[in-house]
């Protein structure tokens, strides 16, 4: 099991429910070292004071607010917690909404909430009550130095905190150049639309997360076993050819009909596997 990023309690009311928190998330990056290419030694970086040029041990690092240039207020962690107070323990849920509602562009990251001792009750209510009403609880939660907005879920039989962006955080949409207003402007035919919802609709197959994933890391870990293994690796990447010379006017219901033919005849050419017999 991971280890816990956080303890304490959902509160809404009078009711608190004790839980633990930890990451949804189970990253499996490549990971990479820095190296000196001449001795192939670890480079490593160290905490120097800028004025003595001697390294600082951690227990004499402390964060500082610049108010002025060169004038720092300092902050070590027990100010910071101080600030916090009670709030640095609770989940404090300050309204419930419809789950439909709820913008997907805040969503920043999740995590599962666990009941903790004596908590599985008020968690089961809370979980089946959102369930039920197809409603999520809006919060905030202080995680390390920072205050986030939350959002509760139900996820199956969990509890889902989802880390949000505040509005004021997201680009709205209209600073940018984005085609907008009636679409007979971008002289779109009623035939293209139809050739494309054509093409949609013999691309549209069941959603099935667990058939995707990280092609690049896949490459890049065979690239690594064959340069271990002094063997010469393959670096020669897979280009998608392209279709005649570029011109200014598309034919937009000549590809499209295109992608189907060649949608149809990929489906068609699938051989079924085969069933071994012993």
């Not at 690092?61 to 108010?67: A, H, Q, W």
């Not at 667990?210 to 670096?235: F, G, M, Q, R, T």
């Amino acid at each position: 099991m991971p280890r816990p990023i956080w303890k304490g309690y959902i509160t809404f009311g009078l009711v608190n429910i004790p839980v633990v928190l930890f990451s949804a998330e189970k990253k499996s990056d490549i990971q990479f070292k820095l190296l000196d290419s001449r001795t192939k030694a670890r480079v490593r970086y160290k905490r120097v004071n800028e004025d003595t040029g001697k390294e600082v041990p951690w227990e004499e690092v402390v964060k500082g607010y610049e108010y002025d240039e060169g004038n720092y207020v300092l902050l070590p962690d027990s100010d910071l917690k101080a600030i916090a107070g009670e709030n640095s323990k609770t989940i404090d849920i300050d309204n419930f909404i419809e789950a439909k509602s709820l913008d997907i562009m805040l969503y920043e990251k999740p995590y599962y909430l666990v009941p903790d001792k004596k908590g599985d009750k008020g968690y089961v209510i809370l979980r089946e009550v959102l369930s039920n009403t197809k409603k999520v609880a809006i919060a905030k939660v202080i995680i390390h130095t920072r205050q986030y907005l939350c959002v509760l879920m139900p996820h199956a039989d969990a509890l889902v905190l989802n880390v949000m962006r505040y509005y004021q955080e997201i680009r709205p949409a209209a600073e940018f150049d984005i085609p907008s207003g009636d679409i007979k402007k971008y002289k779109i035919t009623t035939k293209e639309l139809d050739v494309a919802k054509q093409l949609v609709d013999s691309m549209t197959s069941k959603w099935k997360p667990d058939s995707y994933e990280d092609e690049y890391k896949k490459a890049l870990e065979k690239y690594i076993e064959e340069k271990i293994h002094h063997s010469k690796p393959n670096s020669k990447m897979k280009k998608r050819a392209a279709g005649g010379k570029s011109t200014n006017v598309i034919d937009f219901v000549s590809l499209l009909k295109k992608s189907i033919k060649h949608k149809k005849s990929t489906k068609n050419n699938k051989k079924p596997l085969k069933s071994q017999r012993k």
